[in-house]
């Protein structure tokens, strides 16, 4: 996640900062978005995603319930 979620806050504070975004980039995606893009959280090859998938929809759907 970019720092620049909550430009007017230090990330430093304190404070609890919430989840504004979830995504599955490439290193291509990682190199366009640049240096200003400061957690990625690298995933194994071998990583199974379809849990990961399961769970991501699974919080979608209680959101909307």
Known sequence: MS????PDE??????QH???A???LSEY???ILGRGFKRAYRIDEGHDFSGLLAAI?????NLRN
């Open 3 to 6: 720092g620049d979620a909550y």
């Open 10 to 15: 230090n990330p430093q504070d304190g404070k």
């Open 18 to 20: 919430r989840v504004v």
């Open 22 to 24: 979830v995504g599955l």
């Open 29 to 31: 995606d990682l190199a």
């Open 57 to 61: 929809d699974e919080a979608e759907r």
